[in-house]
Structure formats: C-alpha cells, structure tokens
Nanobody, 127 residues
Framework: QVQLVESGGGWVQPGGSLRLSCVTS????????IGWFRQAPGKEREGVSC????????YYTDSVKGRFIASKDNAKNTVYLQMNSLKPEDTAVYYC????????????????????WGQGTQVTVSS
C-alpha cells in the first residue's frame, strides 16, 4: 500500500529556512517521479519541484530556483525539500506526491499526473 507522510512544516520569519520530509512506503523511490506541490488559500495547487525517476534529475519552478533543494534518501524511503530564503509568498500547504515514471518532463508539474498524495504540511512565512 502506497503511503506518503509529510512533516517539517511550521512558522518561520522571512529569510528563514525549513526542511520538509516525506516518508514513503509501498514503492521504490527510483521508479517514480516524486513531486512537491503547494497550495495557498484561494489558489490552485502548483508544482514546486520534482525528482525524476531513474537518474533523479531535479526540476524546480522558477519562483523557487536557487532557494529550494529537493533530495531523497533511498535507504530511509524519504524525500526532502530544503527551503531557504523563505518569503511570505511561500506560505502554503505543501504536499509530496508520486507519479508514474513515464510522465514526460513537460507535465511533471501537472497535479493531474500524480496518483498518490500525502496529507500536506503547513508552511507559514511571516514576521
């Protein structure tokens, strides 16, 4: 049974950092695309980053490039999102999700491509 459980969210001041974790079970991290998404109140869910299946190439949406780093630890079945230089506009509920390996790169940030989702963790950036 596939399970995804996020943790690590919280409140942080602008410029601060948080590291989100997503503990997974029921599948092999190397054979799935692992995405991080976020959803702010009143807004659509948007893709933040993705670790591609196989080689593990990472992709980021433009607004977080240079600030966020996605990684995975296969031995722990855990995916991470290190978030640095946080801004108020990063405030959202963050989700990890998995998609089949065959999803093309151009669709990696489409929520509809992802079959399983975690419950989400709230990140609030404010002074």
């Amino acid at each position: 049974q596939v399970q995804l459980v996020e943790s690590g969210g919280g409140w942080v001041q602008p410029g601060g950092s948080l590291r989100l974790s997503c503990v997974t079970s029921g599948f092999n991290l190397d054979y799935r695309n692992i995405g991080w998404f976020r959803q702010a109140p009143g807004k659509e869910r948007e893709g933040v980053s993705c670790i591609r299946s196989g080689l593990g190439t990472t992709y980021y949406t433009d607004s977080v490039k240079g600030r966020f780093i996605a990684s995975k630890d296969n031995a722990k079945n855990t995916v991470y999102l290190q978030m640095n230089s946080l801004k108020p506009e990063d405030t959202a509920v963050y989700y990890c999700a998995i998609a089949p390996a065959g999803v093309p790169v151009a669709r990696l940030f489409f929520p509809s491509e992802y079959w399983h989702w975690g419950q989400g963790t709230q990140v609030t950036v404010s002074s």
